[in-house]
Each structure stands twice: as C-alpha cells, then as structure tokens.
C-alpha cells in the first residue's frame, strides 16, 4: 500500500496486547473482515514468550506472550 509520496504507509505498533484494557478497533475490524494475520515467534527459546502479530492489508502490529 503506498500513498501519494510513494514512501510506504508505516504500520501502526500497538505494542504489548497483554496490557490492552480493549481490543484497538481496526484489530477487531480486521479480524471481523476475516483477513490473514501473520504470527511470528520471536522468542530465540521457542517457549511462547514473545510473539508479534501483523496484518498487512491494516497495517498494524502488536505483540503477546504467553501469559496473555
């Protein structure tokens, strides 16, 4: 997605989704439009304690472990 200036829209970070007291409405919005996220586990140990959560048609990312 590119805007006029063709520099690419930067993507909105809403970091830690363990702290969220609400969902942010465009996470919602994206999931009720059924678009694919994409989850990466970014925990060098593989045990679920940091994994980020990107949709690019919203472009936005947020991150949980596995506490959340």
């Known amino acids: 997605m590119m805007n006029k200036s063709k520099e690419p829209i930067p993507y909105l970070d809403f970091g830690w989704a363990n702290?969220?007291?609400k969902e942010p409405k465009i996470v919602s919005k994206c999931k009720k439009a059924g678009h694919k996220r994409i989850?990466?586990?970014r925990d060098p140990t593989w045990h679920g304690f940091?994994?980020?959560v990107r949709c690019d048609i919203?472009?936005?990312i947020y991150h949980y472990d596995s506490s959340g």
């Open 19 to 21: 702290g969220w007291a």
């Open 39 to 41: 989850e990466i586990n």
């Open 50 to 52: 940091h994994t980020e």
């Open 58 to 60: 919203c472009r936005y």
